[in-house]
């Protein structure tokens, strides 16, 4: 079992490599993309299996004794000793079952997408790469080795972003991925080297964590859970941090669907719900982890709503599902926000690689508001996204329904009524701007023809229908809260609701939902228009809320003209000046002191003169002094 | 009764006079013939020595020094006219080699 | 009557290497080099070096000084070749500027040490007495500057050969 729980994680990495060293190799292209994608389909394929059959294991065995695979010791100097250790428990079991099973699907979704690419086995080496980083970080026994998966899947991504490296604007969008990412990240080193010297080496495994925070006061664990969580934002695109999400759909459509569905995103919730035992010490911190996950799902939800782009009406929709997610977790909920990231990993991989075919078939067009009617035209890929839709606006008994409203009646049921409003008008919203998505686009414009329409390969139709199937049924594994239970984390306690109260809440849901789609009919059903910035509110969601701006005026710009002022003043004028002076001295030195040599040996007898001169005048002054 | 100071300041004096010309001449005969001076002055100090120590050992160094004079004497008498054949001319400005290469930047 | 001779070689001697000097014409520095080396030979006379001053005449005077009579006239250099400097009293300022200092030092060491004549042996500085210590005690130079003398003597004839000109 150790050795399964080992080869899962090593096997991307191995497969990544062998992609790498081929593409580098065969610089001629002589490898067939087959040959690539073999390689590529296969190794996740093994890993899904793999994780299977321990998922069997795990499930069996009581959800207090993980499964250990201990590779070597990797540091271990004095107190500081990190093991490469793998941990395998209930939670990380879910984790690996869904990156592998939903990587695999988006996989050889990627092998039908990318089969015109000229990098085909770049991308796949970096797609196995991605994959197993993410895989390193759920399965890591210790932060330390999470934080070397959370640091690769940060690599992964920019290298993904960044895929179609010949256009600026993506390279752009990758670094500020990657900046971004770097400044939660800068927040989680902080954190856990706060947490390693609080601990005083009484080990770094998750376990003993666990047991070591027991001594600790509360302001050193709210000052690490407090950074552990700006870490979760810029991963999971949270406020602030969030900035990077919708720009990051500048990599190719199997990317999105991976970071927002299986990988990357999600790692900030799971690191929260990992953290689990910590935060139920500081309910505060979990509070204000609800907060911004219920303030981003809110803001995204709005800027969703006037999006046009439909891959970046995706990213928001991530967002604001994150949003719920930490809603969750913050409010000590684990097993629902992870039963959320669960499903929501379903439908979202399905909306993002449906979103991609449209945007295949169209030659890669991405205005929405350029479709409509798609309907006749990409039927499978029509039933497949309205699945994905319903499920993310929780209409019963899709996926999203048990798990969104896992997460609203616990907001409700804990007397957090604020998020409670905060999480039923972003409901709303959800509703409201994915059927703007699915009207605009497969409805709208119903003479609209489409005589240049790519046909879709199965590599990309066959994992729509694999993820729909799931999308509709992974919710039943909510059903009296078994998911929750199988996970087993730390979840605070809540009050039990009475049965009305239960039903009520269960029923006002969808009705929202409804009440958005009608919404979203009205307004686009037949003849959809887009949104004109024409009062000041509608603009502040147009652009953003101005954020990118605010960002840009802020930190952007007030870093240029520092850097501006140290490139043209301190490094031009004062090093570049005193290095100046000091070589330009030299120089003047040398062509002064050259002349010297002129090769006379007269001049040269006069130096010798001279030299002798002064140490005459030195002798005197010595005998003198006798 | 003379004291070996009589000597001993002439020989300085000359000496000085030696180093003088060398600096201040060019022409490679009045540069040889300062050294010779030079040379001469240290041999009277060495023969001045020699008899304040009333010892010969001085004396014989000095009567080697002549010697060498003489040696030095062929050897840049030769020189003056190899640099003549080559320069037409006995100026030390002429000879150049020992100057350092400036670059054609 | 030892201090009058002694004060008329020393004028000679002097007023000979300030003609090395100072006089324009080469001929002239080479007279006073002469002047220099007679001098000189006298002075090794009033040192009791009598065979010095033998060896002074015969080699100072005798072969060194008329060889580079000889040399000054055979090569007989026109004025257009004779280096053209003024000798500026600025200069000669500069030089015995830099020159004072080691002419301070060894007048200071001759004063300070105090030196007197030593009594002397009657066969002091005699020929006899002279190879006596010469193939004593310094046998080895003496065999050095013997190969001194050859390795010139070679040296001067490649320096002066026709054949080896350079073809320039």
Redesign the interface.
């Known amino acids: 079992m150790e050795a399964l729980l080992s080869l899962i994680v090593i096997l991307p990495f191995l497969s990544a490599t062998i992609l790498g060293i081929s593409y580098l190799i065969d610089s001629k292209k002589n490898l067939s993309n087959t040959y690539y994608a073999t390689i590529a389909l296969t190794t996740p394929a093994i890993v899904t299996l793999l994780s299977f059959v321990l998922a069997f294991e795990i499930s069996t065995m009581p959800h207090d004794t993980p499964l250990y695979a201990h590779l070597f010791d990797w540091i271990k100097v004095g107190q500081f000793h990190i093991e490469m250790r793998f941990m395998l428990d209930r939670l990380s079991m879910i984790m690996v079952g869904l990156v592998s099973f939903v990587g695999t699907l988006i996989h050889i979704y990627a092998v039908g997408y990318m089969q015109d690419d000229e990098g085909f086995g770049k991308f796949f080496a970096y797609f196995n790469f991605f994959l197993g980083s993410m895989l390193l970080l759920v399965v890591a026994s210790n932060p330390i080795i999470m934080f070397i998966g959370w640091e690769l899947v940060g690599l992964a991504s920019y290298l993904l972003i960044g895929f179609y490296h010949k256009v600026s604007s993506n390279i752009t969008a990758a670094n500020k991925a990657f900046i971004v990412n770097r400044v939660g990240d800068f927040g989680f080193i902080i954190a856990l080297s706060v947490l390693f010297i609080a601990l005083e080496g009484k080990g770094f495994d998750f376990e003993a964590i666990k047991e070591g925070i027991e001594g600790l006061s509360s302001s050193t664990l709210s000052f690490v859970g407090a950074l552990l969580f700006v870490g979760a934002m810029g991963k999971s695109a949270q406020i602030p941090l969030y900035v990077w999400l919708p720009d990051a759909m500048a990599g190719p459509t199997p990317v999105s669907a991976l970071i927002h569905a299986a990988t990357m995103v999600t790692a900030g919730v799971y690191m929260v719900a990992r953290f689990g035992f910590l935060y139920n010490e500081i309910p505060h911190i979990g509070e204000f982890i609800a907060y911004i996950g219920a303030f981003s799902a809110l803001m995204a939800a709005l800027m969703a709503s006037f999006e046009r782009d439909i891959k970046k009406i995706l990213a928001y929709s991530t967002m604001s599902q994150l949003g719920y997610m930490f809603i969750a977790v913050g409010l000590g909920a684990y097993g629902a926000g992870i039963f959320h990231l669960f499903t929501h990993a379903f439908f979202k991989a399905l909306l993002f690689m449906g979103a991609g075919a449209v945007i295949i078939a169209l030659h890669h067009e991405q205005d929405i508001f350029k479709m409509g009617n798609l309907r006749t035209f990409l039927p499978k890929t029509f039933i497949t996204m309205l699945i994905a839709t319903l499920a993310i606006t929780s209409i019963p008994p899709f996926a999203g329904f048990f798990s969104k409203e896992a997460i609203i009646n616990h907001a409700f049921l804990t007397q957090h009524y604020t998020l409670w409003i905060i999480a039923i008008t972003t409901a709303f919203l959800t509703a409201y701007y994915m059927f703007r998505l699915i009207f605009v686009v497969f409805f709208a414009h119903s003479t609209k023809t489409y005589p240049h329409l790519i046909p879709l390969g199965k590599m990309i139709i066959y994992p729509l229908i694999v993820l729909a199937i799931g999308s509709a049924t992974v919710g039943f594994l909510g059903i009296g809260h078994g998911f929750a239970h199988f996970v087993a984390l730390p979840d605070r306690a809540t009050p039990a609701p009475t049965h009305l109260l239960e039903y009520g809440l269960m029923a006002f849901n969808p009705l929202i939902a409804v009440g958005g789609i009608a919404l979203a009919y009205r307004l686009f059903g037949t003849n959809p228009k887009p949104s004109k910035a024409n009062i000041p509110i509608k603009a502040l969601f147009i652009h953003k809320f101005y954020v990118d701006a605010l960002y840009d005026r802020l930190f952007v710009s007030t870093l240029r003209s520092l850097s501006l002022f140290f490139d043209r003043v301190v490094d031009a004028k004062i090093i570049d000046g005193f290095l100046g002076l000091l070589t330009g001295g030299y120089r003047h030195l040398g062509v002064k002191l050259v002349s010297l040599q002129n090769g006379t040996v007269k001049t040269y007898a006069t130096y010798i003169i001279f030299s002798v001169s002064l140490m005459s005048i030195a002798l005197i002054y010595i005998l003198e002094a006798q | 009764?003379?004291?070996?100071?009589?000597?001993?300041?002439?020989a300085?004096?000359?000496?000085?006079?030696?180093?003088?010309?060398?600096?201040?001449?060019?022409?490679l005969?009045?540069?040889?013939?300062?050294i010779?001076?030079m040379l001469?002055s240290v041999?009277?100090i060495l023969?001045?020595?020699?008899?304040?120590?009333?010892e010969?050992?001085g004396?014989?160094?000095?009567?080697?020094m002549?010697?060498?004079?003489?040696?030095?004497?062929?050897?840049f008498?030769?020189?003056?006219?190899?640099i003549?054949?080559?320069t037409?001319?006995?100026?030390?400005?002429s000879?150049?080699?020992?100057?350092?290469k400036?670059d054609e930047a | 009557m030892e201090s009058i001779i002694f004060f008329v070689l020393a004028f000679f001697l002097l007023s000979g290497a300030i003609m090395i000097v100072f006089c324009k014409e080469s001929i002239y520095s080479a007279i006073g080099f002469l002047m220099v080396m007679v001098a000189m030979a006298g002075m090794f006379a009033l040192l009791h070096h009598s065979f010095l001053f033998l060896a002074q005449i015969l080699v100072g005077v005798g072969a060194v000084v008329v060889l580079s009579i000889m040399i000054i006239l055979s090569i007989n250099l026109k004025d257009e070749n004779q280096p053209q400097q003024n000798i500026m009293p600025s200069k000669i300022a500069l030089t015995t500027l830099m020159v004072a200092p080691i002419v301070g030092l060894l007048l200071y060491a001759v004063i300070k040490a105090d030196f007197t004549f030593a009594p002397i042996a009657p066969n002091f500085g005699t020929i006899e007495a002279m190879g006596k210590e010469l193939f004593t005690h310094w046998v080895l130079p003496f065999e050095i500057v013997s190969i001194l003398l050859l390795g010139a003597m070679v040296g001067a004839i490649v320096l002066s050969h026709r054949r080896l000109d350079v073809k320039s």
Do not use: C, W
Not at chain 2, 59 to 64: A, E, H, K, N, P
Not at chain 2, 88 to 93: H, I, L, R, W
């Open positions: 009764m003379l004291s070996p100071d009589a000597f001993l300041f002439v300085v004096v000359i000496f000085a006079i030696g180093l003088i010309g060398l600096m201040l001449r060019r022409s005969f009045v540069v040889y013939l300062s010779e001076l001469s041999n009277l023969a001045t020595f020699s008899r304040v120590h009333g010969m050992g004396g014989v160094v000095s009567l080697l002549i010697a060498v004079i003489a040696a030095e004497a062929a050897i008498l030769a020189l003056i006219i190899y003549y054949r080559i037409k001319s006995v100026d030390s400005q000879i150049t080699q020992l100057t350092h400036r």
